[in-house]
């Protein structure tokens, strides 16, 4: 489990969790532990792929009208050993 306690988070960069089973990242609370994108226009703020039985929880995703999406979540159909299924996404607030 990665825990991140309240405060605002500049992402530059797309988060990815690839190829793993039973991880979480949890905020402290949504509305005041924010994931904030000041990565290149049209970005992805958090791309999930071959994540099993993972949790996503408690986070301000703000795309402050520049990223494409707050959550990319897929499989990429390789020889990995999960696909992205038994997923939670929980207790969020999508900017």
């Not at 960069?13 to 039973?22: D, E, G, N, V, W």
């Not at 301000?60 to 999960?82: C, M, Y």
Request: charged fraction near 20%; proline fraction near 4%; glycine fraction near 12%.
């Amino acid at each position: 489990m990665l825990y991140v306690p309240a405060g605002t988070y500049r992402i530059t960069a797309t988060l990815q969790f690839k190829y793993r089973i039973s991880v979480s990242f949890v905020g402290e609370d949504p509305e005041s532990t924010i994931l904030k994108w000041d990565g290149p226009e049209g970005g992805v703020m958090l791309h999930c792929n071959g994540v099993g039985h993972h949790r996503v929880s408690r986070f301000t995703f703000a795309g402050g009208g520049r990223a494409l999406s707050a959550i990319d979540h897929k499989w990429d159909g390789t020889n990995q050993p999960h696909a992205t299924s038994g997923s939670e996404y929980s207790d969020l607030i999508l900017r």
